[in-house]
């Protein structure tokens, strides 16, 4: 199956920063790559699909880049309720769907 | 809106099987065009994607659960089940169900999740 690495793991940043989480796969999966963000006791939402196309409703400071292997998510300024935890997600092989381990976003 | 609703026991017996049911509202499974999945989150950990249905009744499952895994859909009732067979404490997580898009497969709508707790 394919694996896909989030780095980091952890991330302190402060509002208005700028922010980029990396995602990448084990193998090539052109753009199929998905991005969410979760919140405690929340389920997931999505934020980016098919790597760079923002899903309906999702603020423009998000905005996703890559193909291949290696993929970004980019919060342009952080906002307070930014701070949360986000998963990459491949849909390329359908021998199954992956997700990234996380990656926790906290205020510093 | 579409909304997704996860029902079924909070706890379950070790060897026992798990089952689920999540009610789609808002819009119809037979409308096409959609995998109805279910997704996993062991306490403290990432997801773990367990398998879709479409609506004609094809299915996939994610090959490390394949041999325990069941997922149906009863179309009348706007309804997808899963079943988990052979459960152990391992199998102790939130479960969501989602709808996956076709083409990019992404998922876009999500059930709150509930707890399915494997204990004695």
């Known amino acids: 199956d394919i694996q896909m690495t989030q780095s980091p793991s952890s991330l302190s940043a402060s509002v208005g920063d700028r922010v980029t989480i990396t995602c990448r796969a084990s193998q090539s999966i052109s753009s199929y790559l998905n991005w969410y963000q979760q919140k405690p006791g929340k389920a997931p939402k999505l934020l980016i699909y098919a790597a760079s196309s923002l899903q309906s409703g999702v603020p423009s400071r998000f905005s996703g880049s890559g193909s291949g292997t290696d993929f970004t998510l980019t919060i342009s300024s952080l906002q307070p309720e930014d701070f949360a935890t986000y998963y990459c997600?491949?849909?390329?092989?359908?021998?199954?769907?992956?997700f990234g381990q996380g990656t926790k976003l906290e205020i510093k | 809106q579409v909304q997704l609703q996860e029902s079924g026991p909070g706890l379950v017996k070790p060897s026992q099987t798990l089952s689920l049911t999540c009610t789609v509202s808002?819009?119809?499974?037979?409308?096409?065009?959609?995998?109805w999945s279910w997704i996993r989150q062991h306490p403290g950990k990432g997801l773990e994607w367990i398998g879709y249905i479409y609506y004609s009744g094809s299915t996939y499952y994610n090959p490390s659960l394949k041999s325990r895994v069941t997922i149906s859909v009863d179309t009348s009732k706007n309804q997808f089940s899963l079943k988990l067979s052979s459960v152990t404490a391992a199998d102790t997580a939130v479960y969501y169900c989602?709808?996956?898009?076709?083409?990019?497969?992404?998922?876009?709508?999500w059930g709150q999740g509930t707890l399915v707790t494997v204990s004695s």
């Open positions: 808002g819009g119809s499974i037979s409308s096409g065009g959609y995998y």
């Open positions: 989602a709808r996956g898009r076709g083409g990019d497969q992404d998922f876009d709508y």
């Open positions: 997600q491949q849909s390329y092989s359908t021998l199954g769907y992956t």
